[in-house]
């Protein structure tokens, strides 16, 4: 999911709110490196990730999450799926805004999206919506204008995260890429050939945009942390 330039006012870590300041960038992306995006057509991108279950507390968790946050950064998206960075594991991180300006930041495994019951999630906002897994275009998309997500943190402890507005679309978007679903599967046809179309035509300028983007933060590339 690519970000949305709203100002920032209220923050919500794990959707508890946060006393004080929070940093640009969450804590956990000082922590990771620089993993590849994957592209669509990549199979891991078209098939639904595994639950997690033995992964819950281990180092290799938080160290994926890390990476995962500051990967997110360079792409600068406002979420990312676990088989977006080429793992097959029922987990997504998101750092969001909803259409009030307050930032949302977290990770959830084993997400599941409950049905709506009230009006606010069963009405739908059309929107643009872009992914960094299709580097560059955008295409507007009817999403529901709420959205509830039960799932687990890194320590298999229970979480519920409530979105609205850009944020539920967010929350959804990540959860389709669960399921092995793109944005631009849920197109026409002749909108999803269109859609490729313009990232194969702009997209080596993404990746291009990326590659300052981790310069400039800072960020390591997975692997070379000493070269």
């Known amino acids: ?3 949305n330039p709203v100002t920032r006012h209220r923050v919500l870590v794990q959707g ?3 006393d004080g300041s929070y940093p640009e960038r969450a804590p956990e992306a000082s922590r990771g490196e620089v993993l590849r995006i994957t592209v669509v057509g990549e199979d891991i991108l078209h098939r639904p990730c595994k639950p997690a279950s033995a992964e819950f507390g281990t180092a290799e968790l938080s160290q994926l999450i890390d990476d995962m946050f ?4 360079v792409a600068e998206g406002a979420g990312l799926a676990a088989n977006q960075v080429d793992v097959d594991l029922r987990l997504f991180v998101y ?9 949302h930041v977290g990770h959830i495994l084993n997400p ?10 069963r009405r739908l906002l059309e929107a643009g919506e872009g992914c960094l897994s299709v580097p560059g275009p955008h295409f507007d998309l009817n999403r529901p204008a709420k959205a509830v997500v039960r799932g687990q943190d890194k320590d298999g402890a229970p979480v519920v995260i ?3 507005g850009y944020f539920a679309r967010c929350l959804l978007h990540e959860t389709d890429h669960l399921n092995g ?3 631009v599967d849920r197109l026409t046809k002749r909108e999803r050939r269109g ?6 035509d702009i997209m080596d300028g993404v990746f291009a945009r990326r590659v300052e983007r981790a310069k400039a933060i800072g960020a390591v590339e997975k692997g070379k942390k000493g070269e």
């Open 16 to 18: 508890a709110p946060v």
């Open 162 to 164: 409530e979105g609205t």
């Open 112 to 121: 599941v999206v409950e049905q709506g019951v009230d009006s606010e999630e």
């Open 181 to 183: 679903l793109l944005y």
């Open 95 to 103: 750092d969001c805004l909803d259409d009030d300006g307050v930032r």
């Open 1 to 3: 999911m690519t970000t």
């Open 70 to 73: 500051v990967t997110m950064y």
């Open 195 to 200: 859609v490729l179309q313009e990232m194969h």
